[in-house]
């Protein structure tokens, strides 16, 4: 993706309020930020366990997602793959993430969530350029592949907090 500066990263959330975007924490180490490498900017929030960012390119805009870091008891889904890139992982590297919903659905207290990479390093593991820590299942596809894949994954999850309700 092509880089950002931390105003147009604050400048891109669209399911929090002004006011939280401008005080969310940007990334540590910003300028060790390898943009070509990465379909999608994401991290946590180091000083507690409970947000995490996503910033991906939408529609040709960078779009900014605020993410709860949920419970995992008690939800369905396959608890061990990242709905983005595919990725299996033991249950600790993998977490419940949980996007309120853009505009007045989110405010309503509608949410869209989904079981993540904890780290949100799916881009550089769809390039192998991070080794997750549980062994994965034998894959026969390229990099362009799982690129794509991973892009697709994401476009639907921004498509889905983004939408209109109804
Ligand atoms: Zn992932």
């Given amino acids: 993706m092509q880089s950002l500066t931390p105003d147009e ?25 390898r943009w070509p490498d990465l379909d999608f900017l ?3 929030d180091l000083a507690g366990p409970g947000t995490a960012y996503v910033v991906a390119p939408w ?29 299996t992982h033991s249950s ?13 659905a989110g405010r309503n207290g509608n949410t869209v969530g989904t079981y993540l990479c904890a780290d949100l390093a799916c881009s550089l593991y769809v390039r192998k350029l991070k080794r997750p820590a549980r062994v994965q299942p ?29």
Avoid at 19 to 27: V, Y
Wanted: charged share 25%.
């Fill in 138 to 166: 034998e894959e026969t596809t390229t990099t362009e592949v799982r690129v794509a894949r991973l892009q697709e994954n994401l476009d639907a999850f921004v498509r889905r907090v983004t939408a209109p309700t109804g």
């Fill in 42 to 44: 994401g991290w946590r």
């Fill in 59 to 87: 529609r040709g805009e960078p779009t900014g997602l605020v993410l709860r870091v949920g419970n995992r008891a008690g939800h369905g889904g396959r608890k061990n793959m990242c709905a983005f890139c595919l990725t």
């Fill in 9 to 33: 990263i604050r400048a891109s959330f669209v399911n929090c309020s002004k006011g939280e975007a401008k005080r969310l924490p940007l990334p540590t180490a910003y300028d060790a930020i």
């Fill in 92 to 104: 600790s590297d993998m977490d419940l993430m949980v996007a309120p919903r853009a505009g007045a």
